[in-house]
């Protein structure tokens, strides 16, 4: 009850500050300061996932009609060229899901709008059936039905899924983060050996294939590499296997697309000083992070790293006021008051 009363209370202050168009002093001081606002996008599509819901349609256009009055939206590539009169905004997606070339592609061929995509070419070339992620939503939006009378163990992580039923969103969170640091074989060894357990099976989501990648391409979308299986690049432990995420996810996009590839987003946005080498070793000319799961500052006249916004499924006043920047900016502004 409490949680709904919060809830409830969140949504009128957000709403109520969207009527009276805080954003447009927000928008303002990014003009001011010059930033580009780079959007991290996953799903578009009708489908619901209690631990990972997408984007839906209707909102996703809400969003585009917003950048389109009120920003240009450019490419990646375009980044270092002369602002113009409004702030700049880059529309990034990742992982490579078909709802993109249903549910997107459509409007940014109506508005004439540049996108960023970047794939995980195992998922692609059909090598692999499934993001690691899925496996671990799926497992949870099992134990939401099932209550099971089991504990789950991870370092930092345990739990009876049982005795936890109400407090599942929680756990969750806390399995995501202590899975994020370990290797990738680590990782699925557990992933595989609870679904196994539990006699699951994860069904695989429909992936874009080259086609699909071709067409988009034709239509102004920017491919990046999400590298070839989708692991935390920064908790690998073989550098080799790290060196053959970033090389090899790059050179097979480029050998089906036949154009040079630019961009690495690391998957979850997690990198280090290593991954940046490599990406530079490699060619790559942008890395694309997201939040503050990777801050480095590796800016220069042939190599850029950036930070994305994440964004998730919620109401448009909400989406345009993280757009605009104004949790963080809140943030910013009790910081200062504490230190004054």
Known sequence: MASSFKELIKNVAFRSLYVCNVQK????????????????????????DHFWDPIKPDTF???????????DVIPVEKIGEKPGKRPRAILSFDDGYY???????????????PANHNIVTDIV?????????????????????DAIDDTLKLPGVEFNIKEQQTNLDGFYIKTLQ??????????????????GRYNLRVPPKKMMGWSE???????GVEFGSHTKTHPVLSAMKNEKELRAEIFE?????E?????????????????????LNLAKEAGYKYVLGIGDHCELDNKGEDFTFMTRLNLISEPHSHMVLRIEEMQSNLKKYAKRLRGA
């Open 125 to 145: 070339n059909g090598k692999q059936d499934v993001i690691w992620t899925e496996k671990l939503n799926f497992l949870f939006n099992h134990f939401r039905i």
């Open 249 to 253: 996810s790059k050179s097979e996009i």
């Open 178 to 195: 202590a899975l994020f640091k370990l290797d990738q074989r680590e990782r699925l060894t557990i992933l595989d050996g609870w679904l």
């Open 99 to 113: 709802d993109f070339y249903t549910n997107v592609l459509p409007l940014l061929k109506h508005y004439s709008l």
């Open 25 to 48: 002093g927000l928008r303002s001081i990014k003009l001011r300061e010059n930033r580009i606002t780079v959007l991290c996008l996953h799903r578009v599509s009708t489908e619901y």
């Open 255 to 275: 050998k089906n697309l036949n154009r040079e590839i630019s961009i690495l987003a690391p998957p979850n946005g997690m990198c280090d000083q290593l991954v």
């Open 61 to 71: 256009e809400q969003l585009i009609s917003y950048l389109v009055k009120n920003y």
């Open 213 to 219: 990648i071709m067409e988009c391409q034709q239509y």
